[in-house]
């Protein structure tokens, strides 16, 4: 079994997500080639990736073309720009498993595209989101978050466990 990789909002084919955030690229399609080879730089094919939402702004063919040159086996948490299309269609673009609700993985890793609203200190669980992009509310990592916003990753995704491990935020968490 491979490692897992988290990522969220890479908003594949979306022109004003380049001047919203401030991307550093000079078209979509540079934006493109770029998060498809940041993304098999770090994830193999038998890795999975847990993507939270808001994948891309293509039509079925688009996103089928890309999900087949990006490793692993991807998992969606739909985001508010994915609810446009079904479960199903995502799921005939490529994916391998869709989720329309934040689900919990290993027990204490809530996975959901939207932060929460109210999250106490002392709760047993990490939330791991995305939405948010580079908005300076939001810190990257807290004692019991993590923001996974392609911004926040060098535009590409993370390793989980390698994140959990090295992070003082999460010892008490995971030891």
């Not at 919203?20 to 493109?32: A, I, L, Q």
């Not at 847990?50 to 891309?56: A, C, R, S």
């Amino acid at each position: 079994m491979g490692k897992v990789f988290i990522v969220a909002d890479t908003h594949f084919n979306h022109k004003k997500i380049l001047e919203y955030e401030n991307r550093p690229y000079g078209s979509v399609e540079e934006m493109e080639k770029s998060l498809i080879r940041n993304w098999n730089s770090v994830v193999g094919k038998e890795d999975t990736v847990y993507h939270l939402g808001d994948f891309g702004f293509c039509n079925s063919d688009s996103t089928s073309s890309i999900l087949s040159r990006l490793n692993g086996n991807k998992n969606l948490i739909m985001g508010n720009h994915d609810r446009r299309h079904s479960i199903r269609w995502w799921m005939d673009a490529g994916f391998n498993k869709v989720y329309d609700k934040p689900i919990i993985y290993r027990k204490f890793l809530v996975l959901s595209h939207e932060p929460p609203e109210y999250f106490n200190t002392n709760t047993p669980y990490i939330w791991i989101y995305g939405h948010v992009h580079g908005c300076e509310l939001y810190q990257t990592t807290t004692k019991n978050s993590i923001c996974a916003c392609v911004e926040r990753w060098d535009y590409k995704p993370f390793d989980i466990d390698y994140v959990l491990s090295t992070n003082p935020c999460f010892l008490d968490i995971v030891s």
